[in-house]
T-cell receptor, first 115, second 110 residues
Framework: GAVVSQHPSRVICKSGTSVKIECRSL??????MFWYRQFPKQSLMLMAT?????????EQGVEKDKFLINHASLTLSTLTVTSAHPEDSSFYIC???????????FGPGTRLTVL | EDQVTQSPEALRLQEGESSSLNCSYT??????LFWYRQDPGKGPEFLFT???AGEEKEKERLKATLTKKESFLHITAPKPEDSATYLC???????????FGAGTTVTVRA
């Protein structure tokens, strides 16, 4: 149980374009979803927290107009990187949790490369 | 500010050579401490949650313990398939966010 999928697993795009990453909870309803970014040899850094049907809460230093998060249903959240630049190249990972439970279950990650 | 520090940064073990990883934390009101395993290019895999000092949890060759200041992940008689980065994370009261340590990369040689 507690399986989270992400799509795509890898994406390469040109500078200035937008990229959408999907995060789905396959066998549970994720009342809260989290988006993380991980640079090589570094740990996970939380970008934002989203609750179904509400606006996302962004961590300090994360541009909400650049990283658009939508949590339209209890099984789907999307992260759109707008006007991507090479410095946005990273490993993006989502996680989901259920109200009343503290554990987060992570997706497999999406490798974004901006040329 | 909440802090999570993991040591060592890297650990090389011979198959069968038991060892421990450390996670020390400074938080205001711990809700829970979590251990995850991460393989290269993949998302973290949940291992354990510990809530109170003195608590211990086991899974196969792994055993996690918790004190008021730190947690240990003991690997008993490791096998090459235990090679991974082990991440520690804390969650504070009234907040469901996780703050991660930098991780310990374990390499087990056959």
């Amino acid at each position: 149980g507690a399986v989270v999928s992400q799509h795509p697993s890898r994406v390469i795009c040109k500078s200035g374009t937008s990229v959408k990453i999907e995060c789905r909870s396959l066998d549970f309803q994720a009342t809260t979803m989290f988006w993380y970014r991980q640079f090589p040899k570094q740990s996970l850094m939380l970008m934002a927290t989203s609750n179904e049907g509400s606006k996302a809460t962004y961590e300090q230093g994360v541009e909400k107009d650049k990283f658009l998060i939508n949590h339209a249903s209890l099984t789907l959240s999307t992260l759109t990187v707008t006007s991507a630049h090479p410095e946005d190249s990273s490993f993006y990972i989502c996680s989901g949790s259920v109200v009343g439970y503290n554990e987060q279950f992570f997706g497999p990650g999406t490798r974004l490369t901006v040329l | 500010e909440d802090q999570v520090t993991q040591s060592p940064e890297a650990l090389r073990l011979q198959e069968g050579e038991s060892s421990s990883l450390n996670c020390s934390y400074t938080v205001s009101g711990l809700r829970g401490l979590f251990w995850y395993r991460q393989d290269p290019g993949k998302g973290p895999e949940f291992l354990f949650t510990l809530y109170s000092a003195g608590e211990e949890k086991e899974k196969e060759r792994l055993k996690a313990t918790l004190t008021k200041k730190e947690s240990f992940l003991h690997i008993t008689a490791p096998k090459p398939e235990d090679s991974a980065t082990y991440l520690c994370a804390v969650q504070v009261a009234n907040d469901y966010k996780l703050s991660f340590g930098a991780g310990t990369t374990v390499t087990v040689r056959a």
